[in-house]
């Protein structure tokens, strides 16, 4: 056991500063942070052995500390299911839709590399050094593939604007 407790120590408490840092950018709350972060511990020391299966295990803490910020500003600011019938039909409304469904698919068409940067970046708002977590990948990858992604999503918007 205290080989298995040095080993987690070792293994997973030198991610603690950029766990803290990540669930303080979510909240921003300082010890609203500190305290995800010690309930990541809990799980990860009770989910140690499923772990052992993690390749990259920096990437898994920080998105295991987003899910709980996330979770846990839900539970803070519960949404509102709203009837269709409740929502302005207007044009615009539909357009920005439309727009955003084309995007999507625009995304979706990208080499899976790129549009994972891309769906990070843009949907789920994260910053490059989580985004280099998450992929694997060093921080200078990830501004290449967000700059190869834009100059593909770039011509394929050309390409459709010229049908």
Known sequence: MKRETEQFKHDYLPMQPAMQRMAESLLG??????DIVQDCFVT???????LRRVVNREAW????????????LRRQHPTVDI??????ADEE????????????????RLPERQAQAVRLKHFDAADTATIAATLGINEGNVYTLLSRAYSSLKQMILEYENR
């Open 44 to 50: 990860l020391w009770q989910e140690r052995e499923k």
């Open 61 to 72: 803490c920080i998105m295991l500390v987003k899910r709980r910020c996330i979770d846990l």
């Open 83 to 88: 009837d269709e019938r409740a929502m302005p």
């Open 29 to 34: 709350d300082e010890d609203a942070a500190a």
């Open 93 to 108: 409304y539909n357009s920005y839709e439309e727009r955003l469904a084309l995007a999507r698919l625009m995304i979706d």
